[in-house]
C-alpha cells in the first residue's frame, strides 16, 4: 500500500519520526513536507535527531493568514495525489497542514487517517480546533489517544472508524528518555540548577497575536519566579519584536531567552525543571511523562486527563494563579494515561485493515470534477 504522509510543523515531524519506521517496514511512504514550519531549527533538527527520513517532496508553503495557507497548500497537494496516487492520506493532529492533507484526500476519494484524532479543547476560537474537528470529520480511519478522545468523536457521531491506540509521541519521549534524562549537564549549560528554574513555551495566536494578551502574557513572565529559561518560538519573538517588548523581556533579571532547541536538549531540560510553564500541546503531555508540573498558559486543555491528573494546572495568563499553582505539592501517582510507548505499532495495523476497503472502487462523484458544477 502507497501511504501519502503530509506533515509541517514541529510536533508533526516528531509524531512522524514514531510511526514512519515501523510504517516504511510494511508499506512504501511518500513524505510531503508543507514547509508551514520552515526554520531550521523548528525543522531541520528534527529530521537528523530523530532518524525521520528526508522529506520526498517539500512545498515550501508558510506564512500568511490561516486561509489563504491552508489555500496554497490544498492547491498545491491535488497535483501531487494525482501523481503519488496514494491508496491512504496519513495526517497527525491539528494544523493547517492536517486540514488541507485531510481534505485534499477526502475530495480525491483516498481514505484518510488522523492521527491524534478525537482530542477536544471545545474552544473553536483556536484554529487547532477547527483544524481537528474538520479533519475527523472527513476521516475514514480515526486513531486516538485516550477514551477521552474516542468518547468525543462517539459523541460527534464521526462516520469514520474510531480506535483507540496511545500517544504516537509518548513512544518517541519514551524511547528516547534514557538519552535525555543522562544528559545531566544541560542545565548548567545555560547556568541552571536540576530543580531549580521553571522552563517556558509560549507561541499560540490566542496569546501571542493580539497585542493586550501579548502583553499580559510579558508581565506573567515578569512575575514568575526566576531563573526561568524560554526557547523563543519565532511567531513569538516577531510579535514580541513588533510590539517593542522584547527588550524589556531581555532585560528580566533571572530570565534566558533561547532560540527553540532540538528535541533531546528541550527534553533534557524539561526533565530536570522544578515545573514547566507553556501554552503548547505536546509539552503539556511531555512535561506529565517527565514527572513535572505543568502550569499551562491557557483557559482550556486538549489534554484534559493531565489537569484530571492534578500534574497539570490551567492558568491562563493569571500571575496569581500561576505562582499559587507553583507552590501546590505534587501529587503522589502518575497513572499512565496515554498508552505504552507502542502506539505506532498500532497504528500501522490499524492503517494494514483498511487496505481492502482502500482498493473497492471509489464513488464516480469523487474521483474527479467539482462538487455543485
Ligand atoms: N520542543 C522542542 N524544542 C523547543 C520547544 C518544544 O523540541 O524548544 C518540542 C517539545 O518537546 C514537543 C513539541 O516540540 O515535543 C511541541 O511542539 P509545539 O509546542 O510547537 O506544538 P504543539 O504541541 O503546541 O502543537
Not at 210 to 215: A, F, Q, S, Y
Not at 291 to 316: F, K, Q, Y
Request: aromatic fraction near 4%; charge should be negative.
Amino acid at each position: 500500500m502507497r501511504v501519502l504522509t503530509v506533515v509541517g510543523n514541529r510536533p508533526q515531524f516528531i509524531k512522524a519520526a514514531a510511526v514512519s519506521g515501523p510504517l516504511r517496514r510494511e508499506h512504501e511512504e511518500v513524505l510531503v513536507h508543507t514547509g508551514q514550519h520552515y526554520d531550521d531549527n523548528l525543522s531541520a533538527i528534527f529530521f537528523g535527531e530523530l532518524g525521520l527520513d528526508r522529506p520526498d517532496r517539500e512545498l515550501e508553503i508558510g506564512g500568511g493568514t490561516n486561509t489563504s495557507q491552508t489555500a496554497r497548500m490544498l492547491a498545491a497537494l491535488e497535483p501531487l495525489l494525482d501523481e503519488a496516487m496514494p491508496d491512504v492520506v496519513l495526517v497527525y493532529g491539528d494544523t493547517n497542514s492536517t486540514l488541507a492533507g485531510a481534505l485534499a484526500g477526502a475530495q480525491r476519494g483516498v481514505p484518510v487517517v488522523h492521527v491524534e484524532a478525537g482530542m477536544r479543547s471545545f474552544d473553536r476560537t483556536m484554529p487547532e480546533e477547527l483544524n481537528r474537528v474538520l479533519t475527523d470529520h472527513v476521516s475514514e480511519l480515526l486513531l486516538c489517544s485516550s477514551d477521552v478522545a474516542a468518547a468525543n468523536l462517539q459523541a460527534e457521531s464521526v462516520r469514520g472508524v474510531v480506535e483507540v491506540v496511545g500517544d504516537v509521541m509518548v513512544d518517541v519521549a519514551l524511547r528516547l528518555a534514557p538519552t535525555a534524562q543522562a544528559q545531566t549537564q544541560t542545565p548548567a549549560s545555560y547556568g541552571l540548577k536540576p530543580g531549580s528554574y521553571l522552563l517556558l513555551t509560549a507561541h499560540r495566536a490566542g496569546n501571542v497575536d493580539d497585542p493586550g494578551r501579548l502583553k499580559e502574557l510579558v508581565a506573567l513572565v515578569g512575575a514568575l519566579p526566576k531563573p526561568v529559561l524560554f526557547p523563543v518560538h519565532p511567531r513569538t519573538r516577531e510579535r514580541l519584536r513588533a510590539a517593542g517588548m522584547l527588550d524589556e523581556l531581555e532585560r528580566l533579571d533571572g530570565l534566558t531567552l533561547t532560540e527553540p532547541l532540538g528535541y533531546l536538549q528541550f527534553s533534557a531540560l524539561a526533565c530536570q525543571a522544578r515545573a514547566i510553564v507553556t501554552d503548547s500541546g505536546g509539552v503539556q503531555k511531555e512535561a506529565y511523562l517527565a514527572g513535572v508540573p505543568c502550569i499551562t498558559l491557557r483557559s482550556t486543555t486538549e489534554w484534559v486527563e493531565t489537569v484530571g491528573a492534578g500534574w497539570n494546572t490551567l492558568v491562563d495568563l493569571d500571575p496569581e494563579r500561576a505562582l499559587a499553582a507553583l507552590e501546590q505539592p505534587r501529587p503522589s501517582e502518575r497513572p499512565s494515561l496515554y498508552g505504552d510507548g507502542k502506539a505506532a505499532e498500532r497504528c500501522v495495523q490499524a492503517i494494514g485493515r483498511i487496505q481492502l476497503a482502500s482498493s473497492a472502487p471509489r464513488p464516480a462523484s469523487l474521483q474527479s470534477g467539482m462538487v455543485g458544477g
